[in-house]
């Protein structure tokens, strides 16, 4: 099938990928010229595993090109599927302003009985304005719409997206349903189910997911809060509960509460929708409280062993919102380092791959040493401070980073470590809940 893909970040350039993967004919445009020129040359601008060289594989075949030109992206694509941000906008609500821009614009370049997909991150109800978005500026209804919502993960995003637990579609017509069974036909082959819904319900499907997913962090956070006061280790309640099959074990890990650019704004965003529909979501809400204040859980635990933060040289290991990553939107580093050094504290911090990200990210990076090693942050500091759980520090010789620290403590935010180990090198450890 010929695809356009407007919008080529994460969504959108690893469906595009994917879909010229199962053997599409795809198009990716982006507004950004310097983007879609590396694209075009098989680079790829993030940092994901795998997606390079299937980049690099279907642009030697073929079967992927990108331009900035949308009337070329879409003049022969039998569908268009939309994956802009819808990043937060006022009082935390979706702002759909790309997308909705996105869809008039495409519209009247497209031919009668194109199927426009949302792929990106949108209430209840959103699928409606584009069909409205898409019938003004087109003037006639001769097109079909449907939502296919992305469940993918930063850092295994292709593995998500050639093996996903279920793909999810919302239609209101048999042809839209239909086109998108053919395009999923390869995954739907290998046995991944494929469901079809009415559009509020796969709309909400979104949401739900990334609302419970958050949910069970911050669960997990309130109990290891609790297991600190009584004496219990919040990793063997996690483990303990998450082998009754009800429950599951993954997204239990306790630490400095979730990141990342989709958790945060999702969940405020299901909060809003159900406001504006009249409903009060009361765990929903209560969610996002507890993990807007983790960022406290590792200030105090420094207090507690340095007293004053004021001078203290603390290693900040670890900047991405997690592993196997370069991304730092809403990374809990953002908020735990501005707070460090309103404490007065001196900062050198070191990410095998977000150094350079953060640095752009960050407001006061003019403040703090970035380094370039594990070693280079530690030598001389007070306190090591782990805040993404990278293989590299889990893996790193304690011994060996004891006999270049000034002070003994660590403060590890991601629960990485095993106390024993680095009670044995000469550390203080604390750990969260534990
Ligand atoms: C998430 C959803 O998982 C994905 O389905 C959706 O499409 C986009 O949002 P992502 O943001 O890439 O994906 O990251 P994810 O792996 O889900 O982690 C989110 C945050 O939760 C990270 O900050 C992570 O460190 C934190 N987390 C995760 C925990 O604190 N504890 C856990 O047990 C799991």
Aim: net charge neutral.
């Amino acid at each position: 099938m010929r695809i356009a893909i407007i919008g080529s970040g994460y969504v959108g350039l690893t469906a595009g990928v994917g879909f010229a993967h199962f053997g599409n004919s795809v198009v990716c445009a982006d507004i950004d010229p310097a983007k879609i020129e590396k694209l075009a040359r098989g680079i790829c601008p993030i940092y994901e595993l795998g997606l390079e060289d299937l980049l690099k594989e279907n642009l030697s075949k073929g079967r992927i090109r990108f331009t900035t030109d949308i009337k070329d992206a879409v003049k022969d694509a039998e569908a268009v599927f939309f994956a802009v941000n819808t990043p937060e906008g006022e009082y935390g609500k979706a702002n759909l302003t790309y997308l909705l821009n996105a869809a008039k614009t495409v519209a009247p370049l497209c031919a009668t009985g194109t199927l426009f997909i949302n792929k990106s991150t949108a209430p209840v109800g959103t699928i409606e304005k584009i069909r409205e978005t898409i019938s003004k500026a087109r003037g006639d209804d001769q097109f079909y719409v449907a939502t296919n919502p992305e469940f993918l993960k930063e850092g295994t995003a292709v593995e998500d997206f050639l093996h996903p637990d279920r793909i999810v579609v919302g239609v209101d017509h048999p042809e839209a349903e239909q086109r998108l069974r053919a395009l999923y036909r390869p995954l739907i082959e290998d046995g991944v189910p494929f469901i079809a819904t009415n559009i509020a319900t796969a709309e909400l499907t979104k949401y739900a997911a990334n609302s419970m997913l958050a949910l069970r962090i911050s669960f997990i956070n309130e109990i290891a809060d609790f297991c600190e006061l009584v004496g219990a280790d919040v990793k063997q309640v996690a483990h303990a509960i998450g082998l009754d099959k009800r429950i599951g074990s993954h997204f239990l890990r306790a630490g400095i509460g979730y990141g990342g650019s989709c958790f945060g704004k999702d969940v405020k965003a299901l909060a809003l929708s159900g406001e504006e529909h009249g409903y009060e979501f009361k765990i929903i809400k209560a969610l996002s409280t507890v993990n807007d204040l983790r960022y406290r859980i590792v200030i105090t635990k420094l207090q507690k062993h340095l007293k004053n933060l004021h001078g203290a040289r603390i290693a900040v290991l670890g900047l991405a919102f997690k592993p196997m990553t370069d991304d730092v939107r809403s990374a809990p580093a953002l908020r735990i380092i501005h707070e460090l050094l309103d404490h007065g504290a001196r900062i050198t911090a070191y990410d095998p791959v977000a150094n350079e990200p953060f640095k752009k990210m960050f407001s006061r990076s003019g403040e703090v040493t970035f380094v370039t090693s594990l070693h280079d942050a530690a030598r001389g500091a007070d306190a090591l401070l782990l805040l993404t759980a990278w293989d590299e520090f889990q893996a790193m010789s304690l011994k060996e980073i004891r006999s270049i620290t000034t002070g003994v403590l660590i403060v590890d935010g991601m629960n990485m470590l095993e106390r024993n180990a680095a009670e044995a090198a000469g550390f203080t450890y604390e750990g969260i809940g534990r």
